[in-house]
């Protein structure tokens, strides 16, 4: 990773810790024998302005591999647990990095009562709730939850439901990728029915039109632009305006792997390449960040 000028920070003025950036958006995909490069990044992360990452690790508890990997997307290389039970490696990652990573939970293959199984999860050490909304017809192209698990649209309806309750009640950040486009209605309905959560639907939203609604409507609401950096760099002008005009809810994101974090900073530069206000850059990878993560921010 080559140095940057940060965007963003008074450099010298406030502590690094207070002013720091946070992208709210990587996934662990990482075993342990990757723990030294992983260290290594984090310390080059931390160099150029970094305070924190978000990291999601999965739990597998029940399905084999073959069943597994049907909802996750193909082009995903995975240099962790080859049955995607990555939390306890992710944890031990997050201790090692000694705060740099913020380790979230991602539920798509939780089992059993919500409740229990979260509150043991945080006993271990999770920070925050990553969901995803994947019923058979869906926007990453993967075999939907219901028809995995065998369970009905209602059913799955109903977890998705007590993994939202759970993070409003517990004061957790939810990190919660779902398809505008398709299901706007739902995640209205969900929104309504907690109106507290404090939920990320990154990748805006996936499309920005139907997801704008949302945005006005629930000014508490985050999105961030993970996996977008294509889009960002071919259609800048678009983009600045629509992170202007909502520079109180996006948060810096990228969608990199913990084996791989050297793209988080291709983010930076890519944001930088906008042409954003000063003001509105330190919003999206500091204020914005902190604010979604609140307590869970060590
Ligand atoms: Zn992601």
Not at 255 to 273: C, H, K, N, T
Request: hydrophobic share 40%; with cysteine; glycine share 8%.
């Amino acid at each position: 990773m080559k140095l940057l000028t940060l965007p963003g920070v008074e450099q010298g003025s406030a502590p690094a810790q207070a002013a720091g950036f946070i992208d709210v958006h990587l996934h662990c995909f990482t075993g342990s024998a990757w723990a030294q490069q992983v260290l290594e990044q984090s310390a080059e992360l931390r160099r150029q302005g970094f305070s924190h990452v978000v990291a999601i690790g999965m739990v597998n508890t029940r399905l084999s591999y073959d069943e597994v990997r049907t909802l996750i997307p193909g082009w995903v290389e995975n240099r962790g647990n080859p049955q995607y039970h990555e939390l306890d490696e992710l944890l031990e990652h997050a201790r090692r990095s000694e705060g740099f990573i913020i380790p979230l939970v991602d539920t798509r293959y939780l089992w059993g009562d919500v409740a229990s199984t979260l509150s043991g999860y945080l006993e271990q050490g999770v920070r925050g709730i990553k969901g995803i909304w994947l019923t058979d017809n869906n926007d990453i192209g993967v075999k939907g939850v219901p028809e995995t698990f065998g369970i009905t649209s209602e059913e799955y309806r109903r977890r998705e439901w007590e993994i939202f309750s759970y993070a409003q009640e517990n004061d957790l950040p939810l990190l919660y990728h779902m398809d505008a486009r398709e299901h706007a209605d739902t995640m209205a309905a969900m929104m309504q029915d907690f109106p507290r959560v404090r939920v990320n639907f990154p990748h805006f939203g996936i499309g920005r039109k139907p997801f704008s609604k949302i945005l006005d409507d629930h000014p508490g609401v985050y999105t961030d632009m993970a996996n977008l950096i294509s889009h960002l760099r071919k259609n800048p002008e678009s983009y600045r305006d629509f992170i202007i005009h909502y520079q109180d809810q996006v948060c810096l994101g990228s969608d990199a792997f913990l084996y791989d974090m050297g793209s988080i900073v291709q983010y930076l530069e890519a944001l930088r390449g906008l042409g954003l206000p000063e003001e509105v850059l330190h919003k999206v990878c500091s204020v914005n960040p902190r604010a979604f993560l609140g307590k869970a921010l060590p």
